[in-house]
C-alpha cells in the first residue's frame, strides 16, 4: 500500500475509541442468492458502513430509484467515466457495463467509513489487486437451484427470457467462489445475515486494522503506572 492509498483510505474511530482503517466489504453472488436483501439489511445496520452505488447502462426496472439503487446513464456517458478514471473498477456483466464510482468511495474512506460493494467476481478482482489489505470478500450461494429459481420470479422485475438467461449464468458466477475470502451459504436470510454482521465485525477487529493500538495500550499503561 502506498501512502497516498493510506490516505485515500482514512482512519476510522473503533468501537472502543482506536483508531481504525476504513474496509471494503464485497458482497457477490449468482443473481437470486440474496445479496442485495443482505446488504441493505447491512447498511440499516450499520451506522458506519456506506453503500457504494454503482453506474450502469442496463435499464431501470421497475421500482428501481436513480440514485439509490443505480446511477443508470447511457454508454457515451459511462465510456466517458472510464476514459476519465472516474470508475474504481468496472466490468460487463449480462451485456451490460457497470462501474463503481471512484470519488464517494475515496470520500466514504477517508471519513472513516467502510464501504459495502455489490460487486461481480470482475470487479472484485479489480478491488483486490488495487488494495488488497482493504478488500474483504463474501460470496453468497443459494441453497438449491429451485430456491434461485423461486427467488428470480418473486423478484418478477425480469421477464422470463431474461431469467433463463441469468439462470444458465449462475453456473459460471458459482465457480468463482475459490477466489473469495468468506462463502455463505443463504438458506435462512436471519442466519445468512449474522453470519455476514460477524464477518464484517471480525474484520473491524483485526489487529492490522486498529491502527490506534499502540497509542491506546500506550495510554492504559499510562494510567496504570499512576
Ligand atoms: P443487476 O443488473 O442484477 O443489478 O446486477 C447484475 C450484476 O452486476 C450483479 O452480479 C452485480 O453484483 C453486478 N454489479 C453491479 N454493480 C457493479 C459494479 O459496479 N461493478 C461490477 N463489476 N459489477 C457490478
Known sequence: MTAAQGEAQGEAQGFDGVERRGLMFVLS??????????SRMLVAETPALQMSVSATTRQKRPGEVEGR?????????????????????YATVFGNCYGTPRA???????SGKDVLFDIDWQGTQQLRSRSPNDVVSVFILPPSVAALEQRLHTRAQDSD??????????????????????IVVNDNIG??????????RAEQLKRERQIGLTEFVRNLRRQLEK
Open 29 to 38: 453472488s449468482p443473481s437470486g442468492a440474496g445479496k442485495t436483501t443482505l
Open 69 to 89: 439503487d443505480y446511477y443508470f446513464v447511457n454508454q457515451t456517458r459511462f465510456d466517458e467515466m472510464v476514459a476519465n478514471g472516474e470508475l474504481l473498477e
Open 104 to 110: 464517494p468511495v475515496e470520500a466514504a474512506l477517508s
Open 161 to 182: 427470457e431474461i431469467i433463463r438467461g441469468r439462470m444458465k449464468k449462475a453456473g459460471d458466477e458459482m465457480s468463482r467462489f475459490d477466489a473469495y475470502d468468506y
Open 191 to 200: 442466519i445468512a445475515f449474522e453470519s455476514v454482521k460477524s464477518i464484517l
